[in-house]
C-alpha cells in the first residue's frame, strides 16, 4: 500500500514538471550553505580530516578485504512484483541474530566480535573486518550524540556522554574515556532523555555498500534536478526506528587517473566525484542539495531528516565503498523474536502419554490463526529469506545455519499442527458455530501460504536468479514433493487441501 502511494506521489511529480527540471546547489554556489542551514540543518557533514587517522586505516583496510574475501554481493529485489538486481553490492554486519529487511528482501547480519557469542569466521581478515566496523559504529555513535546534543534536538541540554571527547584525539583513547564514562554513570538513574538519545542512537548495524561504476552497463539517470548517474535512487531509508538517526562512512578509491573538474566551469555538480543528493519530500519548491563525498568523510542524518527528505547517491567515476549505520527496528526482527514466536506457536501442541501421539490443545480460531500466522512468518520472512540468498553467508561465517536449522525444526512441529488441524475440522462433533469460524480463518492463511510459495518458487526460477553465481543463487527451500522421503504432513502444494476446505465450508452453509 505504501509503496504505491510513494508511485503515485513520484507520477503525479513528474508530470507536474514535465520536460522542466528542479533547480539544485552545490557548495560552487553562493546560496549553497544558506540553504543548507534553512532546509537541510539535521544533515551534518565532518570532512575526513577530523576524523582519527587510525581509524581511516581500520576502516579502509577492513573494506579492501572484504571485497578481496569476495563478500560482497548483489540484492535480489523485488520492485512492483518483479526482481531486479541491485546495481550496488553490499553485505550487512552488525549485532548477532540481527536483520535488515528493504524492498521485500531481509538481509542476515554477519556478526560483528560479540562477548558470550561464539562466532567462528572464516578467515583472520573478516574477523579484523568486523572488529574494525564495529570500532567505527562505535565512534560514529559518539559523534551522533555530540550532533544531537550540538543542534538542541533533545529536551534535556546538558545530558553527559562521551560527546564532550575532542573529535581529533586518537581513537583508542576516545573509546577508552567512553568506557570509562560508562562505568562512573552505571549507578546513576536514566533519565527519559537519555533513554530516547540512546535508542535513536545505538546503531546496531550497518549495512556495507560497494560499486565501481565504471563496471555498471546502465545507471538510472536522476529524474528531478538533472544530476546525473544515480548509484542509489530517491528514497527514505526503512525499517529503521522513529527519528533514529542514520550515520555515513564514505570511501572513494580515488586515483590520479580520475581528474576532477573545476567546479566555477561546472553548471551542477562535477560527474567524476560522488555525491549525496538531499531532496525535501513530494515538494517542488525548494532546490535540492547535492554534496560532494571525498575519501573518509562521514555525514550524519540526525532525528527526523529521513522521514521529512529523500536522498540519493549519485555515482562518480572511481569505485567507492561505504559504511551505513542505522538503528534497525528490531522489535520483529531479530534471532531472539522469532524464536519467542515460535515457542509461543508451539505451547498449543501436546504430546500423548506414550509421547508420539500428537494433538493440539484448543482449536479456538483465535488460538489457531495465531499458530498459522507464526507458521506463515517462519516460512516467508525467514526460512525462505535465507535460503533466497543462496550460500552467500558462508563466505564470511557459518553462524546463522543452526538457527536456521532451529527455525526450520519448529516450522516442520507447525507443519504437523496444520495437519492437526485440518483432521479435527473433518469431524463433525464441533459446535458447529466453533467450526465454522476456525474452517474460515484456516483458509485464508493457507490460501496465503499457497499464494506465498506459487511466488518464492517463480522467484526462485526468474532469470535474475539464474544470471548469479552459483553460490549465490536463489535456493527453494523448504521444498518437498510427494515422491521425497521426508515425512511431511502435508503436501507442498496445498491446492487440493484448499479446494476441500472450500467443499466443506459451502456444505456447512
Known sequence: MLSQQIRTKKKKL????????LPYLTPADTDFHQLWKTKYSKLIFRKSDTVPEDLHQMVQESFLALREHNCFFQDLVRIKGKDFLTPVSRILI???????????????????PTESYDIKYCSPQIH??????????????????????????LENKEIK????????????????????????????????????LKNRTSYNLTLLNYMDPLQMLYLKQEPYFGMGSMAVSWHHDENLVERSAVAVYSYSCEDSSVQESN????????????HVGLKVAWDIETPGLAVPLHQGDIYLMLDDLNMTHQHCVLAGLSPRFSSTHRVADCSRGTLEYILGQCELALQNLQ?????????????????VKQVEEIHNEVEFEWLRQFWFQGKRYLKCTDWWLKPMAKLEEFWRKMEIMTSLVLSEVRKEQQIEEQRNETISCFLLLLKERQKLRKEWTAR???????????????????????????????????????AYLQNLVQWIE
Not at 579484523?128 to 566496523?133: G, I, S, T
Not at 504430546?351 to 488460538?367: F, I, P, Y
Not at 526468474?462 to 511431511?488: G, I, Y
Open 128 to 153: 579484523d573486518a568486523c572488529k574494525a566496523l564495529m570500532r567505527l559504529n562505535d565512534y560514529l555513535h559518539i559523534e551522533t550524540v555530540q550532533a544531537l546534543q550540538g543542534q538542541n534536538l
Open 263 to 274: 567546479e566555477g566551469e561546472l553548471k551542477g555538480r562535477d560527474p567524476a566525484v560522488w
Open 161 to 196: 556522554d562521551t560527546a564532550v571527547i575532542d573529535r581529533k584525539q586518537s581513537f583508542a583513547a576516545s573509546l577508552t574515556q567512553q568506557e570509562s564514562v560508562s562505568k562512573d554513570q552505571s549507578s546513576v538513574c536514566v533519565s527519559e532523555d537519555d533513554r530516547t
Open 94 to 112: 552488525g549485532n548477532p541474530g540481527c536483520t535488515y529487511k528493504y524492498l521485500n528482501t531481509r538481509l542476515f547480519t554477519v556478526p560483528w
Open 14 to 21: 513528474l508530470e507536474e514538471l514535465g520536460e522542466k527540471r
Open 460 to 498: 526462485c526460477q526468474s532469470d535474475a536468479a539464474e544470471s548469479l553465481p552459483e553460490d549465490q543463487r536463489p535456493e527453494c527451500h523448504p521444498f518437498w514433493t510427494d515422491d521425497d522421503e521426508c515425512n511431511m504432513p502435508l503436501p507442498y502444494d496445498l491446492e487440493e487441501v484448499i
Open 351 to 367: 504430546s500423548g502419554s506414550d509421547s508420539m501421539a500428537l494433538s493440539l490443545k484448543s482449536l479456538e480460531a483465535a488460538v
